[in-house]
């Protein structure tokens, strides 16, 4: 009865486990083997398999698309939207964390209390209006800009956790050795954020590479600094039929393989960079 107890618990964990696991790798299961149907079978079969398999449709959504220009724009978008966030993220938290300032824990709060409110597309016609003020709306670096000076809030919380498990010992150390406050940033702490590095440039590089409404709106008038998301949705208006699915899909296939070339060579990192604040802090 003893031993009943303690294996049933974990029964449960791990078909609960299963199930989370089933339904999250479902959508990109379909989606793979999607892009493998003809369109007509995309829209009237209801099995999961294809009938046949259709490489060709890799080769013309690669054709259509201009996979070249568009993987080149969302790698150029995406670079500078990395670097922007981890910079403007991790300075952020470190001034909050380490910084001695009326209303610190004020701003702090009210800066926090934003995760729970979400604008959507309400915020982009402002977005737009002001990008035209400072004749940016029509190129990606409207969208680099917005992105990485309206710094995400879940970056800069993971990364005031992150930077409670640095000893302030080291703050102490440096001033001490004639450090000034950002200079003891850019010199000792920010080499000790490789993981968070790592944590805060997967999640900008989801993000970004991902992004469609604000780089489609800032793109149309332009389309050849369109990014490759941008691009690929464009593909389901290119085939003979009203809506060429075949072809969107087998373009977002090509298009998640670098997601997760990514994050295979930055997962350590990224996990490291998530649980350190809550193992150490």
């Known amino acids: 009865m003893e031993k009943l107890k303690k294996v049933l618990p974990k029964s449960i964990r791990y078909i609960f486990l299963s199930v989370a ?20 079978e995309i829209l009237t079969s209801s099995s999961i ?11 013309q959504a690669w054709k259509l698309a201009n996979f070249k220009l568009y993987t080149w724009n969302s790698i150029y978008m995406t670079f500078f939207i990395i670097i922007g966030s981890i910079i403007t993220s991790t300075t952020l938290a470190y001034v909050l964390n380490r910084g001695r300032f009326r209303g610190k824990k004020f ?30 709306s029509n190129s990606l670096w409207g969208v680099i800009i917005i992105r990485v000076l309206g710094i995400n809030v879940t970056q800069v919380f993971v990364a ?3 930077m409670k498990s640095i000893p302030y010992e080291i703050d102490e150390a440096a001033k001490i050795d004639g450090c000034g406050f950002f200079r003891i940033y ?57 809506s ?13 393989v670098p997601m997760i070339i990514v994050y295979i060579f930055l997962n350590r ?7 350190s604040g809550a193992v150490k802090g």
């Open 21 to 40: 696991l089933v339904i999250t790798l479902f959508p990109l299961i379909y989606l793979i083997l999607a892009s493998f149907k003809s369109n007509s």
């Open 49 to 59: 398999f294809p009938k046949k398999f259709i490489f060709d449709n890799f080769s």
């Open 107 to 136: 701003i702090y709060g009210m800066f926090l209390s934003t995760m729970f409110i979400s604008l959507g597309t309400s915020s982009l016609f402002p977005q737009l209006q002001i990008a035209k003020a400072f004749g940016i």
């Open 160 to 162: 005031m956790s992150f």
């Open 186 to 242: 850019w010199n000792i702490i920010f080499p000790l954020l490789k993981p968070l590095i790592a944590t805060i440039g997967l999640l900008s590089f989801r993000a970004a590479w991902n992004d469609y409404m604000l780089p489609m709106v800032f793109t149309l008038s332009n389309p050849q600094k369109s990014p490759l998301v941008v691009g690929i949705v464009s593909l389901k208006n290119t085939g003979e039929a009203a």
């Open 244 to 256: 060429s699915w075949n072809m969107m899909l087998a373009g977002t296939t090509i298009a998640i």
């Open 269 to 275: 990192y990224f996990i490291e960079g998530l649980t």
